[in-house]
T-cell receptor, first 115, second 111 residues
């Protein structure tokens, strides 16, 4: 158990819909990361938040957005869903307080199926 | 923008050492090398990381070459539960801390 929690575990929805994925980081971790893993793309970095502020952006679509709240939990919002958005979505967290504190600990993931 | 290169698959006999190589020839002087593994579709699991000295923990050993252009993850006594995809990662980006996972090595431990 990494200490990172994600809800829900599974999500089934229809094209065009909007969903929200939730992540709670490990106690004491200030950074939260979101990754997408699809069959044809592998694990891809989407976005990082540090202490409530966006720190880095990866291959995140404009239909996707994220935020980190004062209690440090994070939500990933996916809108206008398409079949190709079906994937595993992982959240990770790290202390992010220096070069030797960048180890990321991953949650169990949310499996999204868009029908 | 692949920063690491790994063989796509490897087999290892149960009880033997598994040696997983990784090339990271463009690594910068202050970048760490991280190893993670993913079993089935579970969340990636942290194994070990290092800068230039060899590292060992309860899971594995990490050997980094002197020029830091390659490294080897060693699982000293592989078990069936070590069957997984192993990722060698170097942090990318000038800001932030995003990992580039690449395709990894699929390790199969054979009874």
């Amino acid at each position: 158990d990494s200490g990172v929690t994600q809800t829900p575990k599974h999500l089934i929805t229809a094209t065009g819909q909007r969903v929200t994925l939730r992540c709670s980081p490990r106690s004491g971790d200030l950074s939260v990361y979101w990754y997408q893993q699809s069959l044809d793309q592998g694990l891809q970095f989407l976005i990082q938040y540090y202490n409530g502020e966006e720190r880095a952006k990866g291959n995140i679509l404009e239909r996707f957005s994220a935020q980190q709240f004062p209690d440090l939990h994070s939500e990933l919002n996916l809108s206008s869903l398409e079949l190709g958005d079906s994937a595993l979505y992982f959240c990770a967290s790290s202390v992010d307080a220096g070069m030797n504190k960048e180890t990321q600990y991953f949650g169990p993931g949310t499996r999204l199926l868009v029908l | 923008d692949a920063k690491t290169t790994q063989p796509p698959s490897m087999d290892c006999a149960e009880g033997r050492a598994a040696n997983l190589p990784c090339n990271h020839s463009t690594i910068s002087g202050n970048e760490y090398v991280y190893w993670y593994r993913q079993i089935h579709s579970q969340g990636p699991q942290y194994i070990i990381h290092g800068l230039k000295n060899n590292e060992t923990n309860e899971m594995a050993s990490l050997i980094i070459t002197e020029d830091r252009k390659s490294s080897t993850l060693i699982l000293p006594h592989a078990t069936l539960r070590d069957t997984a995809v192993y990722y060698c990662i170097v942090r990318v980006g000038d800001t932030g801390n995003q990992f580039y996972f690449g395709t990894g090595t699929s390790l199969t431990v054979i009874p």
